[in-house]
T-cell receptor, first 109, second 116 residues
């Protein structure tokens, strides 16, 4: 079955460093991958979408890559700030949008 | 504010009861999605409607049902509630169905359901 996986362990980094989160998928080839941010008790908020024919997509301090050979997407936050602390979810869509379990990012001052 | 409105925000009910969660999508969006998020699980896709018709189904229990009305708002009905149904239920909407293009979806703030 189609699976999308994220590292369930929390990522703790120091302010100013680059945070890198990983999303792996198996048993299929999604045409798109999306990344969302979710704060505790709140609904997920869309950040970036990347298509399979795009290697990289950027938005301000955010960068997403899509490696169809490795079946992996990387999500980078450069110059991270404590306000970036949240859970980050990757999702793939075919006829429905399926989310990974998310990785919690904690940025310390 | 995503533009997706969910009511009620919080709900406490007893086992065996039935509740209805309501969702108003963003203005102009035709697709509505329902997700369940419990503490020990991620976002679980339940069901999607597009312009009043069921479009995709996920791991939705038979005790749960949903519909989308002509004005495009949607309701999720949960019956014979069990303790394990306690979760945050999200509604989301998008302009079109996901299979058409790389549409993103916009989430509401969720309805907290506690079954006691």
């Amino acid at each position: 079955s189609q699976k999308i996986e994220q590292n369930s362990e929390a990522l703790n980094i120091q302010e100013g460093k680059t945070a890198t989160l990983t999303c792996n998928y198996t048993n299929y080839s999604p045409a798109y991958l999306q990344w969302y941010r979710q704060d505790p008790g709140r609904g997920p908020v869309f950040l970036l979408l990347i298509r399979e024919n795009e290697k990289e997509k950027r938005k301000e301090r955010l960068k997403v890559t899509f490696d169809t050979t490795l079946k992996q997407s990387l999500f980078h936050i450069t110059a991270s700030q404590p306000a970036d602390s949240a859970t980050y979810l990757c999702a793939h869509n075919t006829d429905k949008l399926i989310f990974g379990t998310g990785t919690r990012l904690q940025v310390f001052p | 504010d995503s533009g997706v409105t969910q009511t009620p925000k919080h709900l406490i009910t007893a086992t065996g009861q039935r509740v209805t969660l309501r969702c108003s999508p963003r203005s102009g969006d035709l697709s509505v999605y329902w997700y369940q998020q419990s503490l020990d699980q991620g976002l679980q896709f339940l069901i999607q409607y597009y312009n009043g018709e069921e479009r995709a189904k996920g791991n939705i229990l038979e005790r749960f049902s949903a519909q989308q009305f002509p004005d495009l708002h949607s309701e999720l009905n949960l019956s014979s509630l069990e303790l394990g149904d306690s979760a945050l239920y999200f509604c989301a909407s998008s302009l079109q169905g996901l299979s058409n293009s790389g549409n993103t979806i916009y989430f509401g703030e969720g309805s907290w359901l506690t079954v006691v």
